[in-house]
């Protein structure tokens, strides 16, 4: 599915809709180049889940939990992911399935996720407009 959104608000409500279909245990892996939306709809996500925090993008400390969700950013990871990944406890808590994973830049850990992986990219259209890609 593609859906063209012209604005952040348009793109968080992408999230929204997209949350309700997720649970605990689902990975879910979202591409595309930077400033194209993805952690805009991750704050759409976790609202749609009722999360009551300020969702920010954790490119500096690689991940924040938020109760039930995660929020991972491997933009600033070039080397070594899958140890990178181990020692964060990444991995760990992919495989006890008790969370909702969401990944920016998954691109990079693609042989690391669960082959139910869902995949969700992100492109610029022009400075408002962006084409989300949801695959199912």
């Not at 605990?24 to 595309?32: I, S």
């Not at 020692?87 to 990079?108: C, H, M, Q, T, Y």
Request: net charge negative; hydrophobic share 40%; with cysteine.
């Amino acid at each position: 599915m593609e859906i063209i959104t012209n604005s952040s608000s348009a793109t968080k409500e992408v999230g929204r809709e997209f949350s309700a279909d997720l649970k605990a245990g689902d990975v879910v892996g979202l591409t595309g180049e930077l400033g194209s939306g993805k952690t805009t709809f991750i704050q759409g996500v976790a609202e749609g889940l009722k999360i009551d925090a300020r969702v920010n993008s954790p490119t500096f400390i690689i991940m924040r939990e938020y109760g039930k969700l995660c929020h991972v950013d491997l933009y600033r990871l070039e080397q070594n992911l899958k140890v990178e990944m181990a020692n964060l406890g990444l991995l760990d808590i992919i495989a006890a399935r008790k969370s909702i994973v969401l990944i920016e830049w998954a691109e990079r850990i693609a042989d690391l996720l669960p082959k139910t992986t869902k995949w969700v990219n992100f492109e610029n259209i022009n400075e408002n407009e962006r084409k989300i890609k949801i695959q199912e």
